[in-house]
Each structure stands twice: as C-alpha cells, then as structure tokens.
C-alpha cells in the first residue's frame, strides 16, 4: 500500500527514495515541514512518515503554496544533482564491498566507524560521479539498540527492521523479485537483492530471511556481528560470493573490485573460479588475472581484529565447492595463511584479501606503518617499511555532517560553489573574515540545542527504565549551556581508553566543579555484547555520573548512533580521544567535529598523527609506542592540558563576550582540517592511486584471451624453478676509509642468473646508517644498471652520492622483476642478499 498523493505532489515518493535527503537540506526540510513531531517520531525515515501521515495533512500541504514551491526546489535539487551524476567511461566501474553501512539514521546496519566510513564513501562518491556500486548485507535486526538497567549495565536490544517502510526497493527481474542463490553445506541458501539509492550511486543489499530458506538460513542476515563462527562464515559467504552473483544476475560488469575490510575477500575466491570456467584459465592464472584489480583496505591494527577459521571450517564449507570449480582445496587455504605451508594454520580473510590482491592500503600513515610491521612476515626478505602498503587516510562527508547553521554562515562568506571546491584550501581561506561574534554565536546556537537534545535524550532512557520521578526530573536539567564541555563518543572498545579521564575523581571534580570556569562532559558510546570490560567502563562512567557533585557535569547519552553523533560532534566545545597509540587506524569522529569547529584533544594516533601541527588542537604525549605505564601519564596530561590551557583559553575575555583567543584555535580547526580530511580528498585519492591502475591493470591483463596473465604466470613458474641457483658472484670494490660526504661511491656487482635473463631481476644497492644492532637505518634504494655481460655472467653497477656523515653501510639484493610489476605485488619477495 502507498500514500494518495496529492496531484500537486507526486513526487514525495520518489524523493523519499533516494537518500540525497540526508545531506541535502533543501530535500530533507520538505519532509521535516511537513509535520515536524512525525519526522522525529519515525527516525528521520521519510518513508515511514508518509505511511503514517493523515491524508488531510497531505492535502493541506498540497494546498499551501509556499510548501509546494519547497516542493518543487526539492524536484530541481533532486533533478540537478543527479544530472551532474554522468560518470566518465574512461575507467569502468568500481564495486565497493563491505561487511556495514551508516547511511541514515533510520536503517541501523552498521556498528561504528567502519559502517560510517563506508557511508561517507557512496555519498562522496556520488558528489564526484565516480562510477561506483556498493555491496552489503541487509540485516533483519542490524546493530543492537543499546539502554542500561538502573546499575549502569548495558544490555541489549533487536528491534526488527521493517525494510517496507525504509528507505528500500525490492530489486526485480521482469515482474519477479530478484534472487540469487549460493550452496552451503546443509542445502543452496536464496538471496534476496533489495536496492538503497544514495545519489547517484546503487547500494545492493543481501537477504536471507525470505520463505524459500530453512530458518537457520533465513538468520544469516539476521544481526551484524552476532551469532557464531558458523553464522559468520555463512555471512561472508553470502557477501561474496552471493554479492558477486548478484551483480552479474543484473549484467553488471565491474572493473575494480574494492574489498573494505576482508569480511568480502570469498569475492576473490569466486572471481577466480569464474575466470577457470568461463576463460580456460588454470588456478595460478586466474589468481593473478583476478590480483590485478583486486583493492583490500585493511582497517585494523591488531591481529586479533581478523576473522579467522580453522581448516575444518573451510573444509566443511568449501571442499564441494572446490571440487565442482577444479580448484584444488590446499591452495585455498593456502590463500588465507601467513605461512603456506603450516597446515594447522587458521584461515585469515585478511590474509586471504592480501594474497588476492594487487592494491592494499592502510587508512592513516600510521596505520600504514602499523600494517607494515603487522604483515612483515608474509615479506620476510622485506625490511618492514617496504613491505607493500600503500595509504589513503580517511576522511568524512562534509555535506553530513557540516551543521546546517555553519554551513548557512558559509553560504554568506564563502564563494557560492564551496561545497563543489572543499578540496581546495584556497575555498576555505574566507573563514578569516567571518567576525568572531558570527561564528562564536553560530556555535552556541548549536550548543543549546545540544543541551536540550541530551536532556530529552537522557529523561526518556530513565522513563523507559522506570526510574523514579526525582530522577527524571534532575537529568532535565543536566549540563549547563553556558558551560564548558568536552565530547566522548565511540565504540567503547578497551583500547579506547574510554574511563581515562576517571584516573583522579579528585582532580576531575575539581576542574567539572570549578565555580568560576565550570567544565561538563558528555560521554556516548556502545560496548559489543560480549565485551565484558568495554560494559564496565560504561558502568563506571554511569555509577560516576549519578555521584550528587558529578550528577549534572557528566552525562552518558544511551544508544549512540549515527543522530547522538551528529549532535555532539556539532554541539560541544572539545573533542576527547585518547586510545592506545597505534591502535586506532584512523578515527573520523575528531574530524567531524573539528569541521564544525571544535578543536580535538588527542593521541597523537591515526589521522591526528598528521594533523596535530595544524589542528587547533593539543596533543596527549608523544609520537612514541603505547606502553602501559603510559596510562597515568597520558591522564596527568589531560588534567593538566584543561587546568592549565584549554579551560583558562575559553573562558577569557568572555566579560567582552567572545573569547577572541579561543576563536583562533576554532578558525584553525576549520582551515586546517575541512579541506584536507574529506571524503571528496579521501575519494579522489583512491581513484588516482589505486582504482584507476587496477582498471588499467585489469585491461592490460585481459588482452588476447588473457595472454598476458598466461605469460605472466609461466614467467613465474620459470622463476620459481631457477631461484635457488641465483647468487652474488662478486661485489665491490672495497672502499678505503673515511670516505667524505658528497663524494661519489662506486658499486658493482657481479650475478649468476642461473638461466634468467637481465630483465627479469632487479639488483639494487640499499644504503644507510648503520645501527647498534648492526642493522641498516635511514636507508636510500639505488636500481643497479645492467652494464655487460661476462662468460655467462652479469656485471651491474651504481654510483651512490652520500650526503650523511658517520658509520653508513650498504648491502646489495636482488630480486625477480618482471616487466609490468607492480610496485604493490602480493606475492612473497624472494630475494637474495649479499
């Protein structure tokens, strides 16, 4: 059943449909002034509120020649931004795979920051006409929804998602739903395709709950992240491979395929069995015809973050599987181990994502280096920072998460196109002549409503709780507007740190309770089920904040989600985050809320390792490694940071109504960080460094039935077959000491190919400081050049001009190099050193 639309408005549905509502204002206050109280009542969902809204409200509206005229702006704008959506056909199209999306508020399947990224990623995506669709799955119940019992434990709830009345479309073949299947052991599981439009770009979400499946199938799709190994396996199977099918049942062909995380890295498996049937290729060449235009981010910086099966697993899922494609079982589990040749070793979708491709990236430069050292075994010959990663740092949808105040504000001082241009640091140098009081007053604004929303929040979680009438009446009127507050929300994961600033209850009550620069925090966040610790830090925060003294200076928000973010990101004055450096690959809440303004506090960890100098921000210790006696000193400084600086900083000069000095550190979290941490940079970075060489890579390897990939891979068999005999005849000359700086240093070396001709290897010279432990630091590579050939053998040299002084050193290796090898190989790197 559909709502009657008014004639004068029949196009409320289709505008419903497609979510450019959730960062476009001028679509999204069409159904806001519709009826207010129902766009809150229905979680922002446009298409549950056209459902439930009277016929005569609709007529009413539809009579009303000012919303009418809203109306059709709505049209223009919904018709405009899609016109501008035609994509260039120069490089094919990407599919975009992972496991959560944080889209809208209203269809909660995502779980934290990985969803919200992915997210981002379509919206920016779309903005940019990148051909690009997207791959998820559709859970019948998501992410649960979180509330605390009177003592401060979290406990879960799974409301049902009702995808009739979201912001879905059953996707069709002809008249009939359209439905892909996959076997599994115990039977063939059916996939139902549905559709979100997110601009201009397909997000296809997976279901099994559907009639035609058993139901312990029909719970594949049930929860995210819930169940057990089993029903995790059956996920990630249906991801890729039933993704794969999905996209091919509707003739759709990509080029570039991107796996977010390894929860989808069974696509390559399913990849490559396709090229064997459907090409004639064996098992070897359809791997690296699959590498080549394979993307994996990785998003995790502990190993324990992988998924990891036992070999028994895979068997029971897979052996029939490989026996039906001819693709021999042990080097499939081979794909997912670090060592290939240890069979007690569990299977790793992440190594698995590794092996199958030819472009991987960190999320941070940190990251970058945290994954280097995480992987270093898979490239044993590799000194770590040159194992093959590659990094996009992250960043968010300005559109999104912009408030609609600032964004009003730059409307009036920035150029008209700012939003086409946030790239552009020049688009954002206009903030300079924005008067302190305009933009101070634009914040406070978003303040109080802040306030009045975690009041309401607050007050309706102690009602649902059944707390008493004295209790609901003091969280209505918790926090202070005209009070200093710092922002805590995130995952409540342990290494997150999220009950640090609980070190010195003493010391913390006196900076919340100082009567003269009063200081309140609020905290938001959810712990997942089966973290036991991550409940009690929120139990302790909780227990904290009913303390009399504490009780309207610190405050826990309930069931933080994608809306709880956006207000505190827009609202408070600081943003806290202090995990264990090196553990946090990127975050994106500190961008999001210094694009509003508000200056970060933090660990010099993920993107604010490369932002602190330019931030507004200040900085939590050093750039050394987390060690755990950390812990006390990282909170010292907390404490003594807000005592010291940032408190004094915004409360002076207030007698004159804005703290001028304060506003410096807001203008330069705005310059800083708009145009540099955004999805619009985030996406054109991973067009350029890795979808377009993957598009270009998969055209190449494609030609002539695949000739290259067959000549590749026989290549690499006659490699294989000679290495062992490859070695350093002779190298030189002996350098006499000292040797003084600048002046250049000969290199020779003198190889046995063993069969192998000059063009297959790379010999280079790698030099640097030598280090206590004898090892090369600070190093410089120099590809040696082939000069002659000697009964056989091979003379390569190189001049190498040191500009250090001290104890330098060189070593000399070499390696297989064929002639279109990507600087981002999968492989293992045989290498011989001399």
Known sequence: ?????????????????????????????????????????????????????????????????????????????????????????????????????????????????????????????????????????????????????????????????????????????????????????????????????????????????????????????????????????????????????????????????HMNEGHSAFLAIERIRLLMADHGLTFDEALEAARTNNVFTTHTSVPAGFDLFEPGLIYEYFHRYCEDGNIPFDKLLQLGRRRTDDPSERFSMAVSALHTSSYRNAVSRLHREVSQDMFQDMWPRLPTWEVPFSYVTNGVHLPSWVSGDLAALYDQYLQPDWRERQTDPKTWEQIREIPDAELWEVHRRRKRRLVQFVRERVSEAARNRKASSAEIRRLGEVLDPEAFTIGFARRFATYKRATLFLRDVNRLKRILCNPDMPVQIVVAGKAHPKDHPGKSFIRDIWNLSRDPEFSRRLVFVEDYSIEVGR??????????????????????????????????????????????????????????????????????????????????????????????????????????????????????????????????????????????????????????????????????PELANPVLANQPIPVRAVVDLAGLKPEDVRVEAVFGRVGVERTLEDTTVLTMTHVEEIDGLYRFTATFVPEQTGRLGYALRISPNHSDEPLTRPCTTFMNWA
């Open 1 to 257: 059943m559909r709502p009657a639309l008014p004639p004068a408005l029949p196009r409320l549905l289709e505008l419903a449909h497609n979510v450019l509502w959730s960062w476009d204002h001028t679509v999204r206050a069409l159904f806001r002034r519709l009826d207010p109280d129902l766009w809150v009542a229905s979680g922002h969902n446009p298409i549950l509120m056209l459902s439930q809204v009277p016929q005569s409200q609709l007529e009413k509206a539809a009579a009303d020649p000012r919303y009418v005229l809203a109306y059709r702006r709505a049209c223009e704008a919904l018709d405009s931004y899609m016109d501008r959506y035609v994509h260039t056909k120069k490089q094919g199209l990407i599919a975009y795979f992972c496991m959560e999306y944080g889209i809208v508020q209203c269809l909660q399947i995502y779980s934290g920051g990985l969803g919200l990224l992915a997210g981002d990623h379509l919206k920016a995506a779309s903005d940019l006409g990148l051909p690009l669709v997207a791959v998820g799955l559709l859970y019948q119940q998501g992410y649960f929804r979180q509330a605390l019992n009177p003592d401060g434990w979290q406990h879960e709830r799974y409301p049902v998602n009702d995808f009739y009345t979201l912001p879905l479309t059953e996707e069709k073949v002809g008249e009939r739903d359209l439905k892909v299947s996959v076997d599994l052991p115990a039977g063939r599981v059916f996939i139902k395709v549905w559709r979100m439009n997110v601009g201009g770009v397909r997000l296809y979400l997976l279901d099994t709950n559907i009639a035609e499946n058993p139901p312990e199938y029909r719970d594949i799709t049930d929860q995210l992240y819930g169940g057990d190994m089993h029903t995790r396996i059956r996920q990630e199977i249906v991801l890729g491979i039933g993704g794969l099918r999905a996209l091919a049942a509707m003739g759709i062909e990509p080029t570039v395929y």
């Open 567 to 732: 207000e505190l990101v827009q609202g408070v004055d600081l943003w806290l985050n202090n995990p264990r450096r090196g553990e946090e690959a990127c975050g994106t809440s500190g961008m999001k809320a210094s694009i509003n303004g508000v200056p970060n506090l933090s660990i010099l960890d993920g993107w604010f390792d490369e932002a602190y100098e330019y931030s507004g921000g200040w900085a939590i210790g050093d750039r050394i490694p987390y060690s755990e006696d950390q812990d006390d000193l990282h909170a010292s400084a907390i404490y003594s940071l807000l005592e010291n600086e940032i408190v004094p900083l915004y409360f002076k000069d207030r007698d004159r109504g804005v703290p001028e000095q304060w506003m410096k550190h807001v203008k330069a979290a705005l310059l800083g960080i708009s145009p540099q941490f955004n999805c619009a940079r985030m996406l054109t970075e991973y067009n350029r460094h890795l979808y377009l060489p993957a598009h270009q890579g998969w055209e190449r390897a494609s030609r002539d039935g695949f000739a290259p990939v067959r000549e590749r891979v026989a290549w690499n068999a006659r490699v294989v077959e000679c290495w062992n005999r490859v070695r350093f005849v002779e190298t030189g």
